[in-house]
């Protein structure tokens, strides 16, 4: 049985990707920060069914001797490096903290796997957000990165070190550039599910308005399911190397919403709002992948629309809301609803 390590296991990604390589028969690991909020650790994993599956072990990314103990017990086949600070917004409120846990942290998981065990094959998780303020208007492995906030530069140190460990040391290190990717599984900060929880919510009765940022700001959107998938691809090839992870289309903001307030019945223009106070201090306009190596040397194509993951996340945001307030009924009133 192959062992696989997963850092930020329990965020998105890392709840998908244990999913998956559960169900291709390894033993999953995965590397858990204590944090104040311990009601809600593992919720993802939850909501996966797979948390029973698996073990998570204590770490923490910024510390090297955690990251040293746990690949020593762990002697993973395959290691992982999905944890980070992914909020962009927040990059520029918590830039120290976004380059320690980002940027070193991919590092310190880099030099554990070199120490302890050199055998294993390591993924780092690149954005495509170090593409930033594009250089040609799609982008793949050979595009020049610009990018355009802290989260960003973050990724980018990350990656080129990732480059430097495959090149110095002769790791089976690879990176995977990818675009924008969601689920229901996706954090509320991020604009793709606060539109979707909008939605439900508006629909439910539950809010009257949507307050966004950058309308126009146009992303290349896959599905976290499929992307993940593309990870542990790049680990099963014999030579180690970078790949654009990207469906090809873009989409606005706006036509997003329209996306999805339509597929409940709405028309977004009632309920959606602009506030300056969402708007980034340095914005990312356009970001269009080329992922043709990715189809070419992985095999990987993506497998759901984005017209499908806007109905996916749209149906999970509403039962989620439903759930609550009947959570919240009168006991009488919870067996009507149920009857």
């Known amino acids: 049985m192959r062992k696989a390590l997963i850092t930020g296991i329990t ?10 390589l559960l169900q291709q028969g390894y033993e999953v690991y995965g590397l858990l920060r204590r944090s104040a909020s311990a009601e809600v650790i593992g919720e993802r994993l939850r909501w996966l069914g797979v948390i029973d599956d698996l073990r998570l072990i204590d770490g923490d990314l910024s510390d090297l001797s955690s990251v040293l103990r746990i690949m020593s017990e762990v002697k993973p086949d395959e290691v992982y490096n999905l944890a980070a600070q992914s909020f962009v917004h927040a990059s520029w409120q918590q830039p120290l903290l976004t380059g320690s846990i980002t940027g070193l942290g991919a590092v310190n998981v880099l030099e554990a796997v070199r120490l ?9 998780a690149s954005s495509s957000e170090m593409f930033g303020k594009i250089q040609e208007s799609v982008q ?7 990018p355009r906030s802290p989260y960003a530069a973050a990724k980018m140190y990350a990656h080129w070190m990732t480059v430097n460990y495959r090149e110095s040391f002769g790791l089976h290190a690879s990176s995977g550039i990818l675009f924008n990717h969601e689920s ?3 954090g509320i900060e991020f604009v793709t599910r606060k539109v979707t929880d ?16 950058n309308l126009d700001a146009t992303r290349d959107w896959g599905h976290a399911r499929d992307y993940v998938r593309a990870m542990a ?12 992870i990207a469906t090809g289309r873009t989409t606005s903001i706006r036509d997003f919403c329209a996306m999805a307030f339509g597929y409940a019945g709405l028309a977004w223009e009632e309920f ?8 980034r201090p340095a914005e990312v306009d356009v970001l269009h992948g080329d992922a043709g190596k990715a189809k070419a040397v992985l095999g990987w ?5 984005l017209e499908e993951m806007v109905a996916e996340m749209v149906e999970a945001d509403l039962a989620r809301h439903r759930g609550r307030i009947t959570q919240m009924l009168p006991i009488e009133a919870r067996l009507t609803v149920g009857a």
């Open 184 to 186: 229901p599984l996706r």
């Open 301 to 305: 194509t993506p497998s759901c629309t």
């Open 198 to 213: 909008g939605v439900a919510r508006i629909k439910l009765g539950l809010a009257r308005e949507l307050k966004l940022g």
């Open 272 to 279: 959606v709002k602009t506030s300056s106070d969402l708007m």
């Open 233 to 244: 691809l790049m680990l099963r090839q014999e030579t180690p190397d970078d790949y654009v």
């Open 140 to 146: 793949s492995e050979r595009t020049p990165f610009y």
């Open 11 to 20: 965020g998105q990604d890392g709840a998908y990707l244990a999913q998956f």
């Open 116 to 124: 302890v065990h050199p055998a294993a094959r390591f993924y780092q």
